[in-house]
Every structure is written in structure tokens, then in C-alpha cells.
């Protein structure tokens, strides 16, 4: 039997209506809790009023909002399919004919759409408010005016080009600037052999170029020249530079291809951003896993009882996965799988678990 619109339309619609009460509860404590630490974080910053503390963990929110948005479409399931079943209406249609996945279809799509209304619409929204957001924590918390702080390990920047790049390494740099400090330059020829070597005190990004000052120009087989000031043409801006040392949760979907394709022309490590970028398309498939999960273990109550016990025993399931997840991608970030398998394995295995319950347990 085919299952109406109007049924399929008031399914989609319960599921829309107890994600979006979950979402509010989980958030309001995450607020909450946000707050109460920023407060304590600025009790010794007489610059950090508390309208500014306010505001700055609304503008946290999306840091952890964006994890627990799974844990949401969970939940959401879970209270739908069980609230359903407990009211009688999922079997009055199973009994009328109508097989388990043609019921959760509706609650599928409807959790699809919000995988690709995350990604797409929210994503950049979030990633806006949470640059922001470190921007004032820099300032007011930390006492930082810019993210870019290298000043222990030192930084490694590298400038190719056709006719030869160069390798830039700074020892330090200057708190709040992106003046480098005890700087060497490796230049490079055309065909990739080493040619010459600068050594500066200083060097100081300007629009186009790097001006290095006091340096010494070595070259092989001539004597080291002193140059007071020198100019090294880079493609390189200061914003790229920053935002590259900048979690990639506060770049924006749409500006990830584009930005890791820089990151990767400039020597910069790209692994990060591209698995992240891969994590955010593998959203929707994970929201469809969730609600997978939620129907293979909401739905047999009426079969086995013990509401309670399944329910938890789905949570205890979801929580597994997700341990999984963060280790599958602790393990993409180190090199040890690649980037796309690291963000796109653990959803895939859970579409194909919940999938195997259903199978299992249900005969529709």
C-alpha cells in the first residue's frame, strides 16, 4: 500500500516539530553552561562587561551546536517513532498495510533536507558568528589581538612560482602583528634547486611583498651582501595567513574548496580544512543514519516492551558510534587514512547498521 501525502506530511511534521524542542532544550543548556564559564573567565577582565559576556556565548553556541546536531536528529527520531507507537498510530498503519520504510521515508527526508540546510544555509552563518566570537575571546579574554601566535615552534611559509619559489622560516613573532622575527628565505630556481639564502632580523608583510630588514643576501660562489631593506614579491596576505593558523570550523562551507586549494599553492597544511570539509558533507548521510537508528529501536516496544531499556539501549549504541567517529578521525588528522575515507567511513557504517536492525527486526 502507498503511503498518502497527508500522512507522510504529518510523520515529517512530528519529527520537524520534537527536533526542533530538542534542539532548544540542548542548546539552552549549552547556553547555559557557556556562560556561566565565560563569566568566570572574565571576572579578572574589567574590560569584559556582562552584556559583552552575553552576547559572546551566543555567538559560542555554533562551536558546539553544529557537534550535537546528530545527538538532536536522534533524540528527535527517538521521541517521534516512540510517541507514535505509543499512541497507536504506526499501528493502525503497519496494520492497514504500510511497511516500516515507507513510514520513516517521510522522517528520512526531512532529515536529509536539515543535513543540507546545515551545510549549506547555517554552516556560513555559524562559521561568521564563531570567527567573531574568537575575535572578542582574543581581545577580552586573552588579551590577543590577532590568532596568529606561533611565538614557540616557530612558522614555516612557503612561496612557489614558475620561475621559483621560496621557503620562508620565522623563529618568532610579534604578538598582535605579523612582523616576523630572525627570518631565513630559501630561494629556489626554476627547476627546483636551491639558489640563494636570506637571513633578516625582520620581516614585515606589506601588500605584494614581504620587507625584510637587515639581511644578508648568500649566494654561491659571491660574498654575503648587506641589504638594509629588501623586498621578496609574495602572494601571501595577512588574512590568508591568519585564518590558516584558524580552526576550520570558522571558514565557511562555501569557502573551504577555494581556501584549501590556497593553503595547499602556498606549503600551508591543508589536512584539516579538507577533512572537515568532508565531515560537513557527510552530514545528511549521518542524519539519515540517526533516524535509522532511532526507528530500529523506538519501533520494537510494541513487539518486546521496555521502552526505557531500548530506548537507552539506542542511545548507548549512538554514543559507541560516535566514539568511533572521533577516533576514525583522530586518525584521518594524523595521516593515518585518508582525509575522505576518515569523514565519510563512520557515517556509511552507521546507514548500513541501522539499516541491518531494521532488516532484522521488522517485517515490513
Known sequence: MRLSTTLSVYIGRQFLLWFLVVLAVMLSIIYLLDTVELLRRAANRPEASFQLVV????????????QIFPFVVLFGGLYTFSRLTRTQELVVARASGISVWQFIA??????????????????????????????????????QTSSFDV??????????GETGGYLIHAESVVPGTL????????????????????????????????????????????APEFLARYRLPTVLTEERIQESFAPPDTQSFWELPRFIATLEATGLSSLRHRLYWHTLLAQPVLFAAMVLLAAAFALRQTRQGGTLMLIASGLLVALVLFVI?????????????????AAWAPAGATVMLGMAALLHTEDG
Open 55 to 66: 552576547a559572546m556565548g551566543l555567538l559560542k553556541l555554533p562551536e558546539i551546536g553544529q
Open 106 to 143: 517521510p522522517v528520512l527526508l526531512v532529515a536529509v533536507a536539515l543535513g543540507v540546510l546545515q551545510i549549506t544555509v547555517l554552516n556560513p552563518i555559524f562559521s561568521a558568528m564563531l570567527t567573531r566570537y574568537e575575535r572578542l575571546e582574543n581581545r577580552y579574554l586573552r588579551g
Open 151 to 160: 611565538s614557540k615552534s616557530g612558522v614555516w611559509l612557503r612561496q612557489p
Open 179 to 222: 612582523e616576523l622575527r630572525r627570518v631565513m628565505v630559501l630561494l629556489n630556481g626554476a627547476e627546483g634547486g636551491l639558489t640563494s639564502r636570506i637571513d633578516a632580523q625582520a620581516a614585515t608583510l606589506a601588500p605584494g611583498y614581504w620587507d625584510l630588514r637587515e639581511a644578508w643576501y648568500n649566494r654561491p660562489g659571491r
Open 325 to 341: 567517529r572521533d577516533v576514525v578521525q583522530a586518525l584521518g588528522l594524523s595521516g593515518s587514512i585518508p582525509a575522505m575515507l
